[in-house]
Nanobody, 122 residues
Framework: VQLVESGGGLVQAGGSLRLSCAAS????????MGWFRQAPGKEREFAAA????????YYLDSVKGRFTISRDDAKNTVYLQMNSLKPEDTAVYYC????????????????WGQGTQVIVSS
């Protein structure tokens, strides 16, 4: 599967963005998916994941209640709705296919997209 992220940009603190991750291939609906982020000078960190059915999600504690991951299998797309954004959310955001659902380790995800930049100004 190939993944292409979009929707990043510059937003003021307290604002919202919705990221999209479009997947190629006919088997998207069989995959659990996740979002990671990487801030300058920091390691890539897990942000959110969603099961293949969409019925189960889990989040990084610092984004819980502000971010929502969802999927639309008819459009082969997974979304990350980000509300109440903070400057510390500034990062490049990546989507990836989960190889082991429940994990937060980047080594348990594959087929990484190229990323989309999110900048939150204070």
């Amino acid at each position: 599967v190939q993944l292409v992220e979009s929707g990043g940009g510059l937003v003021q603190a307290g604002g919202s963005l919705r990221l999209s991750c479009a997947a190629s291939g006919r088997t998207f609906s069989k995959y659990a998916m996740g979002w990671f982020r990487q801030a300058p000078g920091k390691e890539r960190e897990f942000a959110a994941a969603i099961s293949w059915s969409g019925g189960t999600t889990y989040y990084l504690d610092s984004v819980k209640g502000r971010f929502t991951i969802s999927r639309d299998d008819a459009k082969n797309t997974v979304y990350l709705q980000m509300n109440s954004l903070k400057p510390e959310d500034t990062a490049v955001y990546y989507c990836a296919r989960s190889l082991r659902f429940g994990s937060r380790d980047s080594s348990d995800f594959g087929s990484w997209g190229q990323g989309t930049q999110v900048i939150v100004s204070s």
